[in-house]
């Protein structure tokens, strides 16, 4: 094994389309697919005389961003232009933050698989998202639609030191952005999408090698393997005498590979300069406070509020922080319950099966958590059985009418009268004597069948902890 | 030569219609004897007269402008009507869509009559520049009218038009407007929407009236200033009715004479106007000093670092992919930016995006860009710096008269050099006004430039309006 040796650094750079409807400069749409330049403006099509006109509510997902990631928000951050010539680029210019980001520092803490790791980060910029081009035989075609596009981009420390890592970062950086509502998390479609910063040193080694950025990676799978990859081919070039050259590498999954694709010597000169279309970003102190202030738990912290104030058991508050649609609704139930674990119980069981068979998103549940709260009451009074319950709770999600009316219309109600449950124990007992005798003969445990017998008289509705203690007496006597 | 006032009253007493005097604009337009037009808008200019007409029989005149023909700079965006910025890139373009200032004229019921010729995206200072033809000066045809906006000046001082709108980036209304014994403003940086302007250098670009008298000029700059919210440098400063503001005079104003703008090898004749204004505005109540604004050696230098890295950037976009000049004959990709390029733009264009570029590169940046950027800042406090003991600098608006459209073609440094008592003002983003100031043994127009404060068109204009009626 020639990795053993060595280590990997990794250092990620995230970009996150921001979740807004219109475009970072432009009043233009921003939803995927479309037909090509469907979603353009005169603005985004690079036309003479267009000025940009910045998106405020990008700065608040951007704000919010960073609060989220525990970064310092800048009062004072500057708008640059990015130069290149290629046709996904209508100005010819790419508009992004330079020299002034919108967020310095930060960090993501995640958990990997030994222990809690936490990865710094550099900064967090805006910048607008370039078209693209589909490459046809004869000839290649231009679509603006994703020109403008507000996207953030998070770059990490290189503190990560294996490829798991990576993509335990990335998984939490992703689940934090998704959780306050700024992205979708969506590789495929590529509104997250992330360049790796791959080198390797002798174990011990304090000065970092040659890096060499990694692109392509579109699912956590190839970031995995392209990390990999790329580190097993540093490590041989080093082994056998060779140097990296720094160097960008297009990642080939087919062929499980990294290959160049523009060395240092070939990089752009960007031509950086204060974009003087646009004056500064200035956010007042205030502006960046309310935003703070207005920052959901996350879901670490939720997690960990789970576990220490409601008691769950750390797999539930796991799969019930998976998603802040089902942990808001948790919550709310919660509060109207008054209790969590019976709560977790039907979310985890029930609300996630049905979710699941009628894909029904979350936030689209038809009962509101009052009406929960009372089905939760019904089977602790006793008012239904819990066979019952699930059958008023399958309805309750199909319609959302009150557990009370539903308990009504489908006869559910639990029979808990000693009147008619003694009717059906008498006619049990009468039509087994032989187990009657058996149990007086000391054969207890047969009380199950006579159990059955009377449930299945009263169709299933009967009390069964009542029908328990009214049999054990009559068949005692 | 009718100006805007006498126009509009001809309107307003119905000795004539709108149509009448677009009929006559639009006929003298197309003759063009001294090429200033690169656009004729015949239709719409019919279209909004009859409309102007039409208000004014329901007693529904807009006001000053409402049928008043002006003419635009071709590098001001028309809905529907071919705008070319002067160059063969853009030779066959027609925008989708109205620049701000050309939405506001035709809502101030203006009749456009057509776009005017300038050096090729407003780079230059004689309007040879452009792709197409030079203009002629009409006080002299075998002159410069000055540039950029020389098709402006020589529609506006030719009778043409009322008036017309320029766009000054280094002096490029104000010179001309010297040349061709025209008011020419370029106002406060910010105070005139630059949104649908095509842009040469977006942290100088400015657009501006240029019309025969003070007043024509206020007028224009009513219709055009104001908050845009498509143009994030456009500032809310509060409009003004800037007629109002014009008579008050100028008792106890306080101009002053920079030395360092009586430069080497200016003209006898330029100097002495110069002076002569300064002492007609003493015997107008105002005060005179002499002040220093040291950092002026270096606005030459600063402008042609920053005005080319802003153009090398701004003009990206020009490559014959969407829109514009596409080559013909391009095989692969690089080929067809190098050949759309290469041949939709003309030579100075062309030298200021290498200028640009090279200032812009990577170990550069720092020498030049910031260096520029860091004396402008300088340049700014000098003028800080002098407003704080005088209102007004009074000045020459170019150190020479009108030269011949065959001299000074092959030395662009010599061209350069013309621009250097009008950068400062650019570079600093104040309100710059050029006005007639006498004419020189020859015939030709001297202009004298008179400068404010931020945002304080008002003291420049009533100064202005104060020499010009005496």
């Not at chain 2, 001294?34 to 807009?62: N, Q, T, V």
């Not at chain 2, 042609?304 to 976009?317: D, F, H, K, Q, T």
Request: hydrophobic share 40%.
């Amino acid at each position: 094994m020639p990795r053993a040796d060595f280590q990997v650094v990794i250092g990620l750079e995230v970009h996150a389309q921001l979740l807004t409807t219109s475009k970072l400069f432009s009043g233009a749409g921003t939803s995927f697919g479309g037909a090509p330049n469907a979603h353009t403006s005169i603005v985004c099509l690079g036309l003479p005389g267009v000025l940009p006109v910045l998106n405020q509510r990008a700065v608040e997902l951007a704000i919010r961003t960073g609060h989220a990631l525990e970064c310092t928000v800048a009062e004072r951050s500057e708008w640059s232009r990015k130069h290149y010539f290629y046709p996904d680029l209508p100005k010819g210019y790419q508009i992004t933050q330079y020299e002034f980001p919108i967020c310095v520092g930060g960090r993501v803490v995640f958990d990997g698989p030994d222990g809690e790791k936490s990865v710094r980060l550099t900064r967090i910029h805006m910048e607008e998202d370039a078209g693209k081009l589909v490459h046809e035989s004869a000839a290649s075609l231009v679509d603006l639609n994703r020109a403008g596009t507000p996207l953030l981009e998070i770059v990490s420390e290189p503190d990560l030191r294996t490829a798991d890592d990576a993509v335990e970062y990335l998984k939490a950086l992703r689940d934090i952005l998704v959780w306050i509502g700024v992205n979708d998390g969506n590789l495929e479609e590529g509104s997250f999408r992330c360049d790796a910063n791959v080198s390797v040193m002798r174990h011990g080694s304090t000065t970092f090698g040659t890096r060499c950025e990694l692109k392509n990676l579109n699912s956590f799978r190839f970031i995995k393997q392209a990390i990999e990859i790329e580190a097993t081919r540093q490590v041989e070039i080093i082994e056998a005498g060779g140097k990296v050259e720094q160097e960008t590498r297009l990642f080939d999954p087919q062929r499980g590979e990294t290959r160049s694709m523009r060395s240092k010597e070939d990089a752009h000169d960007y031509r950086y300069f204060p974009d003087p279309d646009l004056p500064p970003l200035l956010l007042t102190p205030e502006r960046i406070e309310r935003s703070r202030k207005e920052l959901p738990e996350l879901p670490r912290a939720r997690r960990k509020r789970y576990v220490d104030a409601l008691g769950l058991p750390a797999y539930d508050a796991g799969v019930l922080t998976s998603d802040r649609a089902m942990s808001d609704l948790f919550e709310r139930c919660v509060a109207e319950a008054g209790e969590a674990k019976p709560v977790s119980n039907w979310f985890m069981g029930e609300l996630s099966r049905l979710l699941n068979e009628t894909k029904t998103n979350t936030a689209d549940v038809k009962f509101s958590p009052v009406q929960f709260a009372a089905l939760l009451k019904a089977i602790k009074d006793g008012v239904v059985s819990g066979p019952g319950a699930k059958e008023v709770f399958a309805e309750l999600f199909a319609t959302g009418k009150d557990p009370s009316l539903i308990i009504q219309e489908k006869g559910l109600a639990q029979v808990n009268d000693d009147g008619p449950l003694l009717e059906a124990i008498a006619q049990a007992m009468a039509e087994a004597p032989k187990n009657v005798e058996s149990y007086r003969g000391g054969n207890t445990k047969i009380i199950g069948a006579f159990v059955g017998a009377v449930m299945k008289k009263l169709g299933g509705k009967g009390n069964p902890k009542r029908i328990n203690e009214l049999l054990t007496e009559k068949l005692k006597a | 030569m009718k100006t805007i006032v006498e126009i509009g009253a001809g309107l307003a007493e119905k000795k004539t219609s709108a149509v009448e005097v677009a009929t006559a604009a639009l006929a003298s337009a197309k003759e063009d004897t001294f090429s200033a037009f690169l656009a004729i808008d015949e239709a719409g200019a019919m279209a909004a007269a009859k409309a102007s007409d039409e208000r004014r029989a329901r007693g529904a005149a807009l006001g000053p402008l409402d049928g008043v023909p002006v003419a635009l700079k071709d590098n001001i965006l028309t809905e529907g009507v071919v705008t070319t910025a002067g160059s063969k890139m853009l030779a066959d373009f027609t925008p989708p869509y109205d620049a701000t200032v050309t939405a506001r004229l035709k809502a101030a019921g203006a009749v456009i009559i057509g776009k005017t010729n300038l050096d090729e995206f407003g780079m230059g200072s004689s309007t040879v520049n452009s792709a197409f033809k030079p203009t002629k000066n009409p006080f002299d045809p075998s002159r410069t009218p000055g540039g950029s906006s020389g098709g402006s000046a020589a529609a506006v001082a030719a009778g043409i038009v009322g008036g017309a709108l320029g766009t000054d980036t280094g002096g490029s209304i104000r010179q001309p407007a010297s040349f061709t014994g025209l008011v020419g403003l370029k106002p406060t940086y910010g105070r005139v929407s630059r949104a649908g302007v095509i842009a040469y250098a977006s942290s100088l670009d400015q657009v501006g009236p240029m019309a025969h008298t003070v007043e024509d000029a206020a007028l224009l700059l009513e219709a055009i200033e104001g908050f845009d919210a498509n143009d994030s440098t456009s500032s809310d400063a509060k409009k003004t009715v800037w007629r109002d503001a014009l008579r008050s005079g100028v008792k106890g104003l306080r101009i002053g004479l920079p030395r360092e703008y009586f430069v080497d090898g200016m003209d006898a004749e330029v100097d002495s106007s110069v002076r002569a204004a300064a002492k007609r505005l003493e015997a107008l109540g105002a005060s005179v000093v002499d002040i220093s604004l040291p950092h002026t050696k270096y606005a030459l230098a600063t402008y042609y670092v920053i005005a080319p890295c802003e153009a090398s950037s701004n003009l990206g976009r020009y490559d014959g992919v969407r829109y514009g000049h596409r080559a013909a004959d391009a095989k692969a990709l690089k080929e067809l930016y190098e050949k759309s390029r290469s041949e939709g733009f003309g030579p100075e264009v062309k030298r200021r995006i290498m200028l640009g570029t090279f200032a812009l590169s990577s170990g550069y940046y720092d020498a030049y860009y910031r260096k520029a950027q860091q004396v402008r800042t300088l340049i700014t406090r000098d003028f800080e710096q002098a407003f704080q003991s005088v209102d007004i600098v009074l000045s020459a608006t170019s150190p020479v008269l009108p030269w011949r459209l065959d001299e000074k073609l092959d030395d662009p440094l010599a061209m350069y050099l013309m621009d250097v008592l009008t950068l400062p003002c650019s570079l600093a983003g104040l309100p710059g006004l050029s006005m007639p100031s006498g004419v020189s043994a020859s015939g030709l127009p001297i202009g004298v430039q008179l400068l404010g404060r931020r945002f304080d068109e008002a003291t420049l204009l009533r100064t202005a309006f104060a020499l010009e009626k005496h």
